[in-house]
């Protein structure tokens, strides 16, 4: 079975079709840039082009780095234009997509899902945190393998800083920070989480997660298990047709 999946993130769309029986992509991605500013007009064009660049016709499921309440609205848009809160944001999707149906979750949650499905998490009780770094820090929060939604634990604060201003990617980047110095701030932001949480496992996800052998080694004094997404970057994509799938059977 196939549902098309995009992944909206505050510097890149892409997306998909995923193969859920293997929950994995079935062709190979497509990105376009997201707009700036990420305004909801802006967005959807951008959504509109990756899934017209496979002809698809079929229902798609999208993420969304935010607060989404009823697969439908947004609440918060901490990396993205402030106009999309409140937004119906899949009446929108579906008109701009002409009438495919359209299903919304937060990016770290489809995320977490699918590798709690497919990847680092399958068979995992206890508490599982998977945590994208990216242009934001997104999280996804499981109980014996149920989810607790959107969380946003990027938003934490940390020694007087919102946590994601800190040990993002985006931070590492805009720094230009070594490895050794942004995994130092990883690692105070990880002992905050794991003890406001005590987690058995973090999933370390987002783009960086391709670059693990950079960084995991470097963190220290976490007495959870660390290990990178299997999924990495393609994890929203997944979780996002999933949570899809879902619904149509809803």
Do not use: C
Not at 120 to 147: E, H, M, N
Not at 213 to 239: D, S, T, W, Y
């Amino acid at each position: 079975m196939q549902i098309f999946g995009v992944d909206i993130g505050g510097s890149g769309i892409k997306g998909a079709p995923v193969d859920l029986d293997k929950g994995d992509l079935a062709q190979e991605r497509h990105k376009v840039l997201t707009p700036h500013p990420a305004t909801p007009d802006g967005v959807a064009d951008g959504v509109k082009q990756v899934v017209d660049h496979f002809g698809w016709t079929g229902p798609v499921g999208l993420t969304f780095p935010g607060v989404v309440t009823g697969d439908t609205t947004i609440r918060t848009a901490a990396n993205v234009d402030k106009s999309w809160i409140d937004t119906d944001a899949a009446a929108l999707f579906t008109e701009r997509l002409g009438g495919l149906p359209t299903t919304l979750v937060n990016d770290a949650d489809a995320a977490g899902v699918a590798e709690m499905h497919f990847g680092a998490g399958r068979d995992r009780s206890g508490t599982v945190i998977l945590l994208t770094f990216g242009t934001g820090i997104g999280s996804a929060v499981f109980t014996d393998g149920a989810l607790v939604p959107n969380t946003e634990l990027g938003h934490l604060e940390l020694h007087g800083h919102d946590a994601e201003k800190r040990a993002s990617s985006k931070a590492k980047e805009d720094g230009e920070l070594t490895w050794e110095h942004w995994a130092r701030r990883v690692t105070k932001y990880l002992a905050h989480v794991e003890m406001l949480f005590s987690p058995e496992l973090f999933i370390i996800g987002g783009g960086v997660s391709r670059k693990s052998e950079k960084f995991l080694h470097l963190i220290e004094g976490i007495e959870a298990e660390i290990v990178p997404a299997q999924l990495q970057n393609n994890a929203g994509i997944v979780g996002a047709a999933m949570r899809a799938a879902e619904r149509g059977r809803s």
